[in-house]
């Protein structure tokens, strides 16, 4: 079965300081990466997927993540957070083995960018 | 990107009623997925609805409790019937970002309904 775990429930930065959000996964297959955001009283935004090739991936608002097939990981990072990127992000992946075409949220990790 | 929109946007309910919301997009798309995010959790899978077939229930969701319709390309509704506090959460409908049977792609999601049970 897939699984993500995201193992920070909360990261506190200061704005202009660089910003990592943590990700590992497990799937039987090919992993297919996701990265969403959500503000408050809105719904989840896409940011950025890894699905192949460079292994570093560029999404929206300046985020990107590095794929690393041998720690399992899919962080997602900023480097220089604005105050504005507070909000609840949660990592995803999609596998097409048993569970078929599911994608599985890990728990989320709230960001808070102090001015 | 696929425009999805839903109704209603939040309702405040009574215990034991029943409450439908709707999921409309803007384009036409094989299949929909609805979660559930409960307070201060993440997202959960309840059901996948292609048109034109019963939906597809996970673990723990039967349809007697959240029934779907799928009757075209473009819309589906949710059902949470006989409610009890323990419902309260934001529903969200969901369509794959390219259309088809199976998609490595990503999914785009409606801005949710906000449900309370009183």
């Known amino acids: 079965a897939q699984s993500v775990a995201q193992p920070e429930d909360q990261v506190n930065v200061a704005e202009g300081n660089p910003l990592t959000v943590k990700c590992t996964y497990s799937?039987?297959?090919?992993?297919?990466l996701f990265w969403y955001v959500q503000y408050p009283n809105r719904g989840l935004q896409f940011l950025l997927k890894?699905?192949?090739?460079?292994?570093l991936v560029k999404g929206s608002y300046g985020f990107e993540a590095e794929f690393n097939k041998s720690q399992t990981s899919f962080h997602l990072k900023k480097p220089s957070a604005l105050v504005s990127d507070s909000a609840l992000y949660f990592c995803a992946v999609r596998d097409f083995g048993a569970a078929g075409n599911k994608l599985t949220f890990g728990g989320g990790t709230r960001v808070l960018v102090k001015p | 990107s696929a425009v999805i929109s839903q109704k209603p946007s939040r309702d405040i309910c009574q215990r034991g009623t029943s409450l439908t919301i709707q999921c409309q997009v803007d384009s036409q798309v094989t299949m929909m997925f609805w979660y559930r995010q409960q307070p201060g959790q993440s997202l959960t899978l309840i059901a996948t609805?292609?048109?034109?077939?019963?939906?597809?229930?996970e673990s723990g969701f039967v349809i007697d409790k959240f029934p779907i319709s799928r009757p075209n390309l473009t819309f589906s509704t949710l059902t949470v019937s006989n409610m009890s506090p323990e419902d309260s959460s934001i529903y969200l409908c969901s369509v794959d970002a390219q259309s088809g049977v199976y998609s490595y792609n990503e999914q785009f999601f409606g801005p949710g309904t906000r449900l309370t049970v009183l």
């Open positions: 890894y699905i192949t090739g460079d292994n």
């Open positions: 799937v039987s297959g090919n992993p297919y």
């Open positions: 609805a292609n048109q034109g077939s019963e939906a597809t229930y």
